[in-house]
């Protein structure tokens, strides 16, 4: 393996099952494979998907001393912040969260042979500002999926201007030494945000979430038990921000369609409305061939969001991976691509009645030129190369079409 470069990803809740957690960053992994590198993730609990693991990556977790010290930084962190003495326990268990973590980060790069050309953060919760005063030499990029005023509450605004300091300290060396570390959020709104507070990062949009490799499973409905002679639309996902009552009471005035709502979503749905040949639900933690098996059988994606949605959805790659036509709510990121990307009609959230307009004008398949377009520029692959440029360490071989600002609109 000599000469190939490598990238050392970094997944603190790929013990989860739902939402990006495990399964974008393992997408994530499998597009820097594609660009001809050699992928190495860490993860503090280990991978849910265990059985599941790609060729394309090798799983290392974090040693028992280290996660000795995660579980004493969590109990830390528990002691709520009601007194002075509490509020100490709290920051030293946050101080303790991100050393062990970082250092973890440091001692498997520093065995790594050769030496990875990127380290990429997959967080959730991350302080960018404790991970770059203690972050080493290289080039590093910190993938936030949260709001930023959601992701740390500073137990004190004295440690808050020291981290800070410190973390400007480290990242002049890091550059001084031809390294750097970057902040890459998922909407432009967030990436103002940490702009305020550390502008030193360079903040810069770029979504995690890819459009991957799909092969559509020709017996889907058979399998899933959905009559073949109906037209399926598929509501997918985590219920998060979700205008489910919107689709619903859509549907129910199309009697020509099947409405398929599978995942955590379907729970919702469950407490609203009846199983029926109109309406299934998979409810609750669904696998990846099982959701593979939802794509394959449907017609069509609904993706409804409350007005102003502004995460990045995974739901949407799916779509764009399996090559369905797509309604879309307006007024939210995922709207944005849809409308960019010609995919499919938008309607106004919350109004079902002009979802029920939207499903009568989606194309009854997309485009071939449009789908290739969607999915080239929009691939796992895509969104690695980009992360890469920010970081100025693409590799010379990669000669795949570029989608540079695709991306990072």
């Given amino acids: 393996m000599a000469g190939r470069p490598t990238i050392l990803i970094v997944e603190e809740n790929a013990h989860l099952l739902e939402g990006h957690f495990p399964v974008r960053f393992a997408q994530l992994a499998e597009g820097y494979a594609e660009l001809g590198y050699r992928v190495e993730v860490l993860t503090t609990w280990g991978w849910s998907r265990t059985g599941e693991t790609p060729n394309s990556f ?8 280290a996660r000795q010290f995660r579980r004493l930084a969590g109990r830390l962190r528990a002691c709520g912040d009601s ?11 946050d101080a303790l969260a991100y050393a062990t973590v970082v250092y973890s980060i440091r001692s498997l790069a520093g065995r790594m042979t050769p030496p990875p050309d990127a380290i990429a953060i997959m967080g959730f919760d ?12 290289g080039h590093w990029l910190i993938n936030q999926f949260k709001d930023p005023d959601l992701v740390f509450g500073w137990r004190s605004r004295f440690v808050e201007r020291a981290v800070t300091a410190s973390a400007r300290r480290a990242e002049s060396r890091r550059r001084a030494r031809g390294g750097g570390m970057r902040i890459a959020a998922a909407n432009e709104q967030w990436r103002s945000r940490w702009a305020q507070d550390a502008l030193f990062l360079e903040p810069i949009v770029i ?6 490799k799909f092969d559509r499973a020709p017996d889907a409905r058979e ?17 998060d921000s979700k205008r489910v009552d919107t689709v619903i009471d859509a549907f129910d005035r199309l009697d020509d369609w099947t409405l398929v709502v599978g995942g955590l979503v379907a729970d919702v749905a469950q407490r609203t409305a009846t199983p029926s040949e109109r309406m299934r639900l998979h409810p609750g933690i669904v696998d990846n061939t099982t959701r593979d098996l939802l794509l394959s059988a449907a017609d069509l994606m609904v993706l409804s969001f409350d007005a102003g949605y502004e995460r990045n959805s995974g739901t949407l790659m799916d779509a764009i991976s399996a090559s369905l036509p797509i309604v879309c709510s307006a007024r939210s990121l995922a709207g944005d691509v849809v409308e960019r990307y010609r995919l499919g009609p938008l309607f106004e959230p919350g109004d079902a009645s002009a979802l029920v307009d939207a499903v009568g004008r989606a194309p009854l398949e997309l485009d071939p030129a449009v789908a290739q377009r969607a999915h080239e520029e929009l691939s796992s692959r895509a ?9 100025g360490v693409v590799p010379s071989n990669d000669t795949s079409p570029t989608a540079s600002a695709s991306i990072a609109e």
Avoid: C, K, M, W
Wanted: aromatic residues 4%; hydrophobic residues 45%.
């Fill in 58 to 65: 090798t799983l290392h977790r974090l040693g028992p001393t």
């Fill in 83 to 93: 007194t002075a003495t509490r509020r100490f326990l709290n920051t030293t268990g």
């Fill in 126 to 137: 991350t302080e960018p500002r404790y991970v770059a005063a203690l972050a080493g030499d």
């Fill in 207 to 212: 979504p995690i979430a890819g459009a991957r």
């Fill in 223 to 239: 399998r899933l038990g959905i009559a073949s002679d109906r037209r399926v639309a598929l509501l997918f996902g985590a219920p």
């Fill in 383 to 391: 969104v690695a190369r980009r992360q890469l440029e920010v970081l």
